[in-house]
């Protein structure tokens, strides 16, 4: 089925999270710039919304436990971003292709100037040919004026993008009723729309530096539907095989 859902999609948005890139990850970058090529060749038009600018900046100056102080996270951001977009240009250079970097801040999304622009420099990179990479611009943001996670923000940059497929990756392969090392938890495979999750029982906890969860990729999942995009809810392991073999995912209904 995710071939399928895959294979009917023109405008798709991947979205890859800290702990899935960074530290022991590190190398796994190359696979998601693989897919997202490997969708480009075959037509369609792909971003790819990337967290891990502080978490790759971290080591870079010695630190091992999260920052809970803002300006040293604001500072992270923009020391890490730069080594980020610099491991994605290498990477997409072995495909003979640039990434292009926008960072957004929630206000540039609500305001309707910045939005435009956003969008303009959006389709103008498309038609180029490069690659977006998105990230929340952290150094300008502060706690309270904040996506909160780049699940959220991936939500709504899909809905700016006017995709109609969200690649959202993950720790876990799908969504499940409970935690998955839970005894008893149960696989969901389709979330149709509007339907009642109230039962299921999702963490709201994240790994390493990133900030999204469980709670947070539902939250966000549910917001793209609504929007109209489809989700695809699936393991950052899976990106190899995703678009051409069944793999584990959850498939969240957009609005009709
Ligand atoms: N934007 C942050 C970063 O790139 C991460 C936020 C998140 O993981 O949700 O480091």
């Given at each position: 089925?995710n071939?399928?859902?895959i294979?009917?999609?023109?405008?798709?948005v991947i979205?890859?999270?800290?702990?899935?890139?960074?530290?022991?990850?590190?190398?796994?970058?190359?696979?998601?710039v693989?897919?997202?090529?490997?969708?480009?060749?075959?037509?369609?038009?792909?971003?790819?919304?990337?967290?891990?600018?502080?978490?790759?900046?971290?080591?870079?100056?010695?630190?091992?436990?999260?920052?809970e102080?803002l300006?040293?996270?604001?500072?992270?951001?923009?020391?890490?971003?730069?080594?980020?977009?610099?491991?994605?240009?290498?990477?997409?250079?072995?495909?003979?292709?640039?990434?292009?970097?926008i960072?957004?801040?929630?206000d540039?999304?609500?305001?309707?100037?910045?939005?435009?622009?956003?969008q303009?420099?959006?389709?103008?990179?498309?038609?180029?040919g490069?690659?977006?990479?998105?990230?929340?611009?952290?150094?300008?943001?502060?706690?309270?004026?904040?996506?909160?996670?780049?699940?959220?923000?991936?939500?709504?940059?899909?809905?700016?993008?006017g995709?109609d497929?969200?690649?959202?990756?993950?720790?876990?392969?799908s969504?499940?009723?409970?935690?998955?090392?839970?005894?008893?938890?149960?696989?969901?495979?389709?979330v149709?729309?509007?339907?009642?999750?109230?039962?299921?029982?999702?963490?709201?906890?994240?790994?390493?530096?990133?900030?999204?969860?469980?709670?947070?990729?539902?939250?966000?999942?549910?917001?793209?539907?609504?929007?109209?995009?489809?989700?695809?809810?699936?393991?950052?392991?899976?990106?190899?095989?995703?678009?051409?073999?069944?793999?584990?995912?959850?498939?969240?209904?957009?609005?009709?």
């Amino acid at each position: 089925m995710n071939q399928e859902l895959i294979g009917g999609a023109k405008r798709i948005v991947i979205k890859v999270g800290s702990s899935s890139i960074t530290g022991a990850n590190e190398s796994k970058l190359d696979g998601i710039v693989d897919l997202a090529v490997r969708l480009m060749d075959s037509g369609k038009d792909v971003l790819i919304v990337s967290s891990g600018a502080i978490a790759t900046a971290a080591p870079m100056i010695g630190l091992t436990v999260k920052s809970e102080d803002l300006a040293t996270s604001q500072a992270l951001a923009s020391i890490g971003q730069a080594r980020l977009m610099a491991r994605y240009e290498r990477s997409l250079a072995r495909h003979n292709r640039i990434p292009a970097q926008i960072l957004l801040t929630v206000d540039n999304l609500e305001e309707d100037v910045t939005r435009t622009n956003a969008q303009r420099a959006l389709e103008r990179l498309i038609e180029i040919g490069v690659v977006p990479v998105i990230n929340e611009n952290d150094s300008v943001a502060t706690q309270e004026i904040r996506f909160g996670d780049n699940d959220q923000l991936a939500a709504r940059v899909s809905g700016l993008f006017g995709a109609d497929l969200l690649l959202l990756l993950s720790d876990v392969d799908s969504l499940y009723t409970a935690p998955p090392s839970e005894a008893g938890a149960e696989r969901i495979p389709v979330v149709s729309f509007g339907a009642d999750l109230s039962e299921v029982q999702v963490s709201g906890t994240s790994t390493g530096y990133g900030t999204g969860g469980a709670l947070t990729k539902l939250a966000a999942a549910r917001q793209a539907a609504e929007n109209g995009v489809g989700v695809i809810l699936t393991a950052t392991e899976n990106v190899s095989v995703l678009d051409t073999e069944e793999c584990n995912h959850t498939w969240f209904e957009p609005a009709r």
